[in-house]
């Protein structure tokens, strides 16, 4: 049954004896308990994460300081499903990648493209044949032979269990050695757009002109915002940064790394 | 605003909870009437799961004249509690009637700006009645000719249905700018976060499970005896009046070293601190957590700056110190100042940080001009630190 926040209690007169415990469960015990816990989620990035600048992506998430709701899924290899590769190498921004064999993919399922710091995961939109088209635009290139299998879920994603306002930060960031004119911009984004209708891959946040200097100048920026999601839909943190640098990959010196936090502040 | 209860009954939210007369010798005690629980549960429930909101973007594009500030005009998205016209004085938002003669709202503005001004700065801030801008970053542009500073903040507002808050922009280019309409526009947006006044309270216990042999008492505990007072009452009291707190710089007198790291930022004054988390002159970069819980902190650093030819970077972080040992860093913006600015920099941070009662957390800045910078201590033009509890 779908987590709900709490209906307004009604309270009859006369209810009888043998019906007042669970009554009183029902009208008092279970909104109280909602308003005091209600769901939250704290995710953060802390392995490495190559990235492409100019270019809007969503950050997978490995590491849940707190999801109370389980709302988020740690990816796990499906056992028999899809396991291939890369037939030719992909470019970045590109939706649609080509595997040696389509065997055991199917639309809805979720891939894990590549290894490591190039890690990326995706939805499978269609297959035609050997070719895949996925749900978002590709992160970084990647080349022939990259590891292509499907897996439970995209950890970029957080799906609320209970419909309602959440109140969400997200924090993006950088590593490396800065250059004039850069600027990074955070965004939240709910089913891959913009809760409120305006912004490129989510609702953008701040956008400031990072430190020229060395990897230890701190290169980051955080957003604030309520956004409000339906059971179903799913919330991601956007990360864009401008082209003017040779960075290549989020920071993740701890307190510096990309993170998602949200909690449900009513309906 | 009232809400109407099941029973048809209109009330003023939030009420303050009965204290229940406990049975004893010849006083009456009180029963668990469905008059009373609808008085009490039914009213904090209507309350808290639907709590005054607002959200709004703006559809214009707003000339923002240099040096001036200039409310954003806003077209409302939801509107809980009807206090915005998208036609008349479109930038304000009017704080609803409530029990209470005041209230405290959480408030968040974005202004993206048309601009790529490298020697100015760009603020984006928050105006009550359109008195004293309580204002948020404020910071530079540069050659991709947009820049969105971000406020947030603690805002008091008399519940009579008569005070507004606005979001607006301000610039010192020197010129006219415009603010963005897209992809980025503004948006303000703003949620009751607690009474102005009640009981502060321990923290509630997970909610009691009801048994058939629970027996009711006001306070009395053991054996069957379940106490309204810490059940119903006090959550309720909790709810209404949860810790908060806005801590501002001002009247203090800092100079932040260039280059030495991250250092803590005095917070000297409290518009608000009702579970005296905070002291304005001992240890008064802390903030201590007074209940256990997940709490909403936003910082701001706000660095002075000479006029003169300013380098290096600006940065803020909060600093969360474990009762248990160890601490926890929380990175915010970074940037570079404006270059010939004389109106300071502010950067902020902001998280959702789990504590428990003991733990304090503070707002730190880091500049590495060269030399030494002054901590801004004007009111609204200072360093801050938010707090709101949001969750046990």
Same mark, same amino acid.
């Given at each position: 049954?779908?987590?709900?926040?709490?209906?307004?209690?009604?309270?009859?007169?006369?209810?009888?004896?043998?019906?007042?415990?669970?009554?009183?469960?029902?009208?008092?015990?279970?909104?109280?308990?909602?308003?005091?816990?209600?769901?939250?989620?704290?995710?953060?990035?802390?392995?490495?994460?190559?990235?492409?600048?100019?270019?809007?992506?969503?950050?997978?998430?490995?590491?849940?300081?707190?999801?109370?709701?389980?709302?988020?899924?740690?990816?796990?290899?499906?056992?028999?499903?899809?396991?291939?590769?890369?037939?030719?190498?992909?470019?970045?921004?590109?939706?649609?990648?080509?595997?040696?064999?389509?065997?055991?993919?199917?639309?809805?399922?979720?891939?894990?493209?590549?290894?490591?710091?190039?890690?990326?995961?995706?939805?499978?939109?269609?297959?035609?044949?050997?070719?895949?088209?996925?749900?978002?635009?590709?992160?970084?290139?990647?080349?022939?032979?990259?590891?292509?299998?499907?897996?439970?879920?995209?950890?970029?994603?957080?799906?609320?269990?209970?419909?309602?306002?959440?109140?969400?930060?997200?924090?993006?960031?950088?590593?490396?050695?800065?250059?004039?004119?850069?600027?990074?911009?955070?965004?939240?984004?709910?089913?891959?757009?913009?809760?409120?209708?305006?912004?490129?891959?989510?609702?953008?946040?701040?956008?400031?002109?990072?430190?020229?200097?060395?990897?230890?100048?701190?290169?980051?920026?955080?957003?604030?915002?309520?956004?409000?999601?339906?059971?179903?839909?799913?919330?991601?943190?956007?990360?864009?940064?401008?082209?003017?640098?040779?960075?290549?990959?989020?920071?993740?010196?701890?307190?510096?790394?990309?993170?998602?936090?949200?909690?449900?502040?009513?309906? | 605003m009232k809400i109407t209860l099941?029973?048809?009954k209109q009330i003023y939210p939030p009420l303050d909870? *009965?204290? /229940?007369?406990?049975?004893?010798?010849?006083? *009456?005690?009180?029963?668990?009437?469905?008059?009373?629980?609808?008085?009490?549960?039914?009213m904090a429930?209507a309350f808290h799961?639907q709590r005054p909101f607002f959200?709004g973007?703006?559809?214009?594009?707003?000339?923002?004249?240099?040096?001036? /500030?200039?409310p954003?005009?806003i077209?409302e998205?939801?509107d809980t509690i009807a206090g915005h016209n998208d036609a008349t004085n479109t930038s304000r938002w009017y704080a609803p009637v409530t029990i209470n003669n005041t209230d405290w709202y959480l408030v968040?503005?974005?202004?993206?700006?048309?601009?790529?001004?490298?020697?100015?700065?760009?603020?984006?801030?928050v105006r009550v009645d359109g008195g004293t801008p309580l204002?948020?970053?404020?910071?530079?542009?540069?050659?991709?000719?947009?820049?969105?500073?971000?406020?947030?903040d603690l805002v008091n507002l008399t519940s009579d249905g008569t005070h507004y808050l606005e979001l607006?922009?301000?610039?010192?280019?020197?010129?006219?700018?415009?603010?963005?309409?897209?992809?980025?526009?503004?948006?303000l947006?703003v949620q009751w976060a607690c009474s102005g006044s009640g009981t502060?309270?321990?923290?509630?216990?997970?909610?009691?499970?009801?048994?058939?042999?629970?027996?009711?008492?006001?306070?009395?505990?053991?054996?069957?005896?379940?106490?309204?007072?810490?059940?119903?009452?006090?959550?309720?009291?909790?709810?209404n009046f949860?810790?908060v707190?806005r801590?501002?710089?001002?009247?203090?007198?800092?100079?932040?070293?260039?280059?030495?790291?991250?250092?803590?930022?005095?917070?000297?004054?409290?518009d608000v601190?009702n *579970?005296?988390?905070?002291?304005?002159?001992?240890?008064?970069?802390?903030?201590?957590?007074?209940?256990?819980?997940?709490?909403?902190?936003?910082?701001?650093?706000?660095?002075?700056?000479?006029?003169?030819?300013?380098?290096?970077?600006?940065?803020?972080?909060?600093?969360?110190?474990?009762?248990?040992?160890?601490?926890?860093?929380?990175?915010?913006?970074?940037?570079?100042?404006?270059?010939?600015?004389?109106?300071?920099?502010?950067?902020?941070?902001?998280?959702?940080?789990?504590?428990?009662?003991?733990?304090?957390?503070?707002?730190?800045?880091?500049?590495?001009?060269?030399?030494?910078?002054?901590?801004?201590?004007?009111?609204?033009?200072?360093?801050?630190?938010?707090?709101?509890?949001?969750?046990?």
């Open positions: 049954m779908t987590l709900q926040p709490p209906g307004v209690p009604v309270f009859v007169a006369g209810t009888p004896g043998s019906q007042m415990a669970a009554t009183l469960n029902r009208t008092i015990r279970d909104p109280f308990t909602f308003l005091l816990d209600p769901p939250t989620v704290r995710l953060r990035r802390v392995g490495a994460l190559n990235l492409q600048a100019n270019q809007h992506q969503y950050i997978p998430f490995d590491q849940a300081d707190e999801d109370s709701e389980g709302g988020w899924t740690a990816p796990v290899v499906v056992g028999g499903g899809a396991n291939t590769t890369l037939s030719s190498g992909s470019s970045t921004n590109t939706s649609s990648i080509v595997v040696v064999s389509a065997t055991g993919m199917a639309a809805g399922d979720f891939i894990r493209i590549d290894a490591a710091a190039n890690t990326e995961y995706r939805r499978i939109s269609t297959v035609a044949g050997t070719t895949v088209n996925v749900s978002s635009p590709l992160r970084i290139a990647h080349s022939a032979g990259a590891a292509v299998v499907e897996v439970t879920s995209d950890p970029a994603r957080y799906y609320p269990q209970a419909p309602g306002w959440y109140m969400g930060t997200v924090t993006v960031s950088l590593s490396g050695n800065g250059a004039t004119g850069l600027t990074l911009t955070p965004a939240i984004s709910v089913n891959m757009g913009s809760p409120t209708g305006t912004g490129n891959g989510g609702w953008e946040g701040s956008v400031t002109y990072l430190p020229t200097g060395a990897a230890t100048q701190p290169k980051l920026t955080a957003g604030l915002w309520p956004i409000y999601c339906n059971v179903g839909d799913f919330v991601q943190a956007d990360l864009w940064y401008s082209n003017e640098s040779l960075i290549s990959a989020v920071d993740t010196t701890a307190g510096l790394e990309c993170s998602l936090r949200l909690v449900h502040v009513g309906i | 099941p029973s048809g909870p *009965y204290t /229940w007369a406990q049975q004893s010798g010849t006083t *009456y005690g009180w029963g668990l009437s469905s008059g009373i629980l609808e008085d009490n549960v039914s429930v799961r959200q973007i703006t559809s214009v594009s707003t000339p923002l004249t240099t040096a001036s /500030w200039t954003m005009p077209t998205m939801i968040i503005g974005y202004v993206p700006m048309v601009s790529s001004s490298t020697s100015a700065v760009h603020i984006a801030g204002e948020g970053m404020k910071v530079t542009a540069g050659a991709h000719t947009t820049v969105t500073p971000m406020v947030v607006a922009g301000w610039q010192n280019t020197g010129g006219t700018i415009n603010t963005q309409t897209s992809p980025k526009t503004p948006s947006s502060a309270v321990a923290l509630p216990a997970v909610p009691h499970t009801w048994t058939d042999t629970d027996q009711v008492s006001a306070s009395t505990t053991g054996g069957p005896w379940v106490p309204v007072h810490t059940h119903i009452r006090d959550v309720i009291r909790y709810l949860p810790p707190a801590l501002t710089a001002i009247g203090s007198s800092q100079s932040i070293s260039s280059g030495t790291g991250y250092t803590s930022i005095a917070l000297t004054a409290a601190d *579970y005296n988390g905070h002291n304005n002159s001992t240890n008064n970069s802390r903030y201590t957590f007074p209940r256990d819980g997940l709490y909403l902190v936003a910082g701001q650093y706000s660095c002075d700056e000479t006029g003169g030819a300013n380098t290096g970077y600006r940065s803020c972080r909060l600093l969360h110190t474990l009762l248990a040992g160890g601490s926890l860093a929380y990175y915010g913006d970074s940037t570079v100042p404006g270059s010939t600015t004389s109106t300071g920099t502010h950067v902020s941070a902001v998280a959702l940080i789990r504590a428990v009662a003991g733990d304090y957390v503070e707002v730190q800045g880091q500049q590495s001009q060269g030399a030494a910078r002054n901590v801004l201590t004007a009111a609204g033009n200072t360093s801050k630190m938010i707090v709101v509890w949001k969750s046990r």
